[in-house]
């Protein structure tokens, strides 16, 4: 590439580290073709002993959609006896997952950490989450989940955060909410997330804002956003917005400012509550979104 060659002019002898580098620079910029003449380059001169720059290269060819170079490395690694690592079995999991091939992605799963002697780590079930439920596979999804629950750790926060937020955009808000409650151990459960862990203001916000949408904002929304709060987790005031309106949100004042109430409790938040009730609004039915 131009950029070794100028380093080899000026005297400078590049090794692993600055070439690895430039290999994911050119990644990043969507050069896939020249990162992978520099990756040759380090192969011809024996710099490729494990999966580190074979991870950059797949991943650069997974963002911009080179599946062809793609599978040509994988092919390389195979060949290569390339030892594939949790990192590499993330990045192969949102690959298939781009391809529409879901089957691909559990099949890897399936197999290469067996062959490999590794565990799949909570962060390449978290990718196989968003790959289901981004082809659509929502109960596959839920068992991936279940598979993480069994292990009797508790849940992190970021995989119940891409549930959640994957679930919205597919419109799927019934069980976006029953996520919430679940993760939480709102309406008398036990909580699943680890010890310290609550989800994502974000992702609350994004389901706040599809309850409104629905028309669900403040039979759904508040009573889930109160639920939350009184649990102490953390909830922007957006959230309140989105469910309740820029005008009926600023008439409370600083009650949702930070998720966190304030005043002496005389702040309408009782009025608001009593009306819930006589309209039903604190039932824990489940609700069905049409």
Not at 21 to 38: N, P, S
Not at 177 to 190: P, S, Y
Request: charged share 25%; net charge positive.
């Amino acid at each position: 590439s131009e950029i070794v060659s100028q380093m080899e002019q000026d005297g400078v002898k590049p090794d692993v580290i600055s070439l690895s580098t430039i290999v994911k620079g050119y990644c990043i910029k969507g050069d896939v073709e020249a990162a992978f003449r520099v990756f040759r380059e380090m192969q011809n001169n024996g710099m490729v002993k494990d999966s580190i720059v074979y991870n950059t290269l797949l991943d650069g060819c997974t963002r911009n959609n080179r599946f062809d170079m793609a599978d040509s490395l994988l092919e390389d690694m195979e060949a290569n006896h390339i030892r594939p690592t949790n990192f590499t079995m993330g990045i192969l999991v949102k690959m298939w997952g781009r391809r529409r091939q879901l089957d691909k992605a559990f099949e890897a799963l399936a197999t290469l950490p067996t062959k490999h002697g590794f565990v799949p780590n909570t962060q390449v079930k978290t990718c196989l989450i968003s790959a289901c439920i981004n082809n659509g596979a929502v109960e596959e999804a839920f068992e991936v989940l279940d598979s993480i629950k069994k292990a009797g750790y508790g849940v992190e926060a970021k995989v119940y955060s891409a549930m959640v937020n994957g679930l919205v955009r597919q419109g799927e808000l019934d069980k976006a909410v029953a996520l919430l409650v679940e993760a939480h151990g709102l309406r008398g459960g036990r909580p699943q997330l680890a010890p310290g862990g609550w989800i994502e203001a974000d992702a609350i916000e994004k389901l706040a804002h599809g309850l409104a949408q629905r028309g669900l904002g403040e039979k759904v929304g508040v009573p889930l956003l109160d639920q939350l709060r009184a649990a102490k987790v953390p909830i922007s005031s957006r959230a309140y917005t989105s469910v309740l309106g820029p005008c009926r949100s600023s008439q409370n004042g600083d009650r949702y400012e930070n998720g966190v109430g304030k005043g002496n409790g005389n702040d309408g938040s009782e009025r608001r509550d009593s009306e819930a009730r006589n309209n039903g609004r604190r039932s824990s039915r489940p609700f069905r979104s049409s």
